[in-house]
């Protein structure tokens, strides 16, 4: 069975740029310095869910903050429990499945498009429209070390504590909470655009490396121009809004403590819901160091 990606990194990549105000010359980088009197700096490092090797080999300043680090904060650990707890949660329960809920056109279409994920149709029945859209919004795995899993990985070898700004079940609760309509919406979107999905990453890719998360909201933009208005709204809220807000009160506590080095996805950091700027309100010095 194909085993879904961790579709709230990508969707935060995939969606979550379209509604992220201009950010500005300033919004350079992808690594960042976080002060505060009286204890030691932290460094918060956006990533980028792939596990291409030009992304998951940290530049020598980010290799730096991260072996000098106390800690490591992600979005979510990423352990085995919450691995299972989001397969799970991404299937239906018995006595409904995907046929159910979608046309009969749609659904043969996306019953073709998984099978070349290797996904049989009887597997597929079960599986609901997010676990699906977010899955065929990744580029297939050869190794499954994406950036986020390779430096938790490094953490826990080196006995380095763990923290996540969110758990489990708050982040699937960001899929699961989405109504059927607009999940079939976005699946029917992701099959409309599957052919150019390959392009579009190798794209965000390249901006990603830039550091100019400008140009990566920019090129966002472009590529989800077509979203239907009311559902980027909710999904303004939903992925963009509520989610950095409640990261960074959470954080705070952790950089208290000094140390730290929290890893989320790149473009959490920009705009003014950004991390970047609701940490600066909350009166920490954040700088730009890579």
């Given at each position: 069975?194909?085993?879904?990606?961790?579709?709230?990194?990508?969707?935060?990549?995939?969606?979550?740029?379209?509604?992220?105000?201009?950010?500005?010359?300033?919004?350079?980088?992808?690594?960042?310095?976080?002060?505060?009197?009286?204890v030691e700096p932290s460094y918060l490092f956006g990533?980028?869910?792939?596990?291409?090797?030009?992304?998951?080999?940290?530049?020598?300043?980010?290799?730096?903050?991260?072996?000098?680090?106390?800690?490591?904060?992600?979005?979510?650990?990423?352990?085995?429990?919450?691995?299972?707890?989001?397969?799970?949660?991404?299937?239906?329960?018995?006595?409904?499945?995907?046929?159910?809920?979608?046309?009969?056109?749609?659904?043969?279409?996306?019953?073709?498009?998984?099978?070349d994920y290797g996904v049989p149709e009887p597997v597929l029945r079960r599986f609901k429209p997010w676990m699906i859209f977010s899955t065929l919004m990744l580029p297939r795995s050869r190794t499954g070390m994406f950036l986020d899993l390779r430096l938790y990985q490094q953490a826990v070898?080196?006995?380095?504590?763990?923290?996540?700004?969110?758990?489990?079940?708050?982040?699937?609760?960001?899929?699961?909470?989405?109504?059927?309509?607009?999940?079939?919406?976005?699946?029917?979107?992701t099959l409309d655009n599957l052919e150019r999905f390959d392009a579009w990453f190798e794209e965000m890719r390249r901006v990603y490396l830039s550091g100019?998360?400008?140009?990566?909201?920019?090129?966002?933009?472009?590529?989800?121009?077509?979203?239907?208005?009311?559902?980027?709204?909710?999904?303004q809220r939903r992925f963009v809004s509520e989610r950095n807000h409640r990261m960074v009160e959470r954080l705070q506590p952790l950089l208290r403590q000094g140390g730290a080095f929290v890893a989320v996805g790149a473009l959490h950091l920009p705009g003014e819901d950004g991390i970047i700027a609701l940490l600066r309100e909350a009166g920490y010095e954040v700088r730009r160091e890579e």
């Open positions: 069975m194909a085993t879904p990606g961790w579709g709230v990194t990508l969707i935060w990549l995939l969606l979550g740029l379209t509604w992220l105000l201009p950010v500005g010359a300033e919004a350079q980088g992808r690594l960042w310095r976080i002060s505060a009197a009286g990533t980028m869910h792939s596990e291409h090797p030009e992304v998951t080999r940290l530049p020598p300043a980010v290799e730096r903050a991260f072996v000098g680090s106390e800690r490591l904060v992600l979005e979510m650990v990423l352990d085995q429990t919450a691995m299972l707890s989001t397969a799970q949660a991404g299937l239906f329960e018995s006595g409904r499945d995907l046929e159910d809920v979608l046309p009969p056109a749609l659904y043969r279409r996306t019953v073709e498009a998984m099978a070898a080196a006995d380095k504590p763990v923290a996540g700004l969110e758990t489990a079940a708050e982040q699937i609760a960001v899929f699961d909470g989405m109504s059927m309509a607009d999940q079939i919406s976005i699946l029917r979107d100019d998360l400008d140009a990566l909201a920019r090129f966002s933009d472009g590529m989800m121009s077509d979203i239907d208005p009311a559902l980027a709204q909710r999904f």
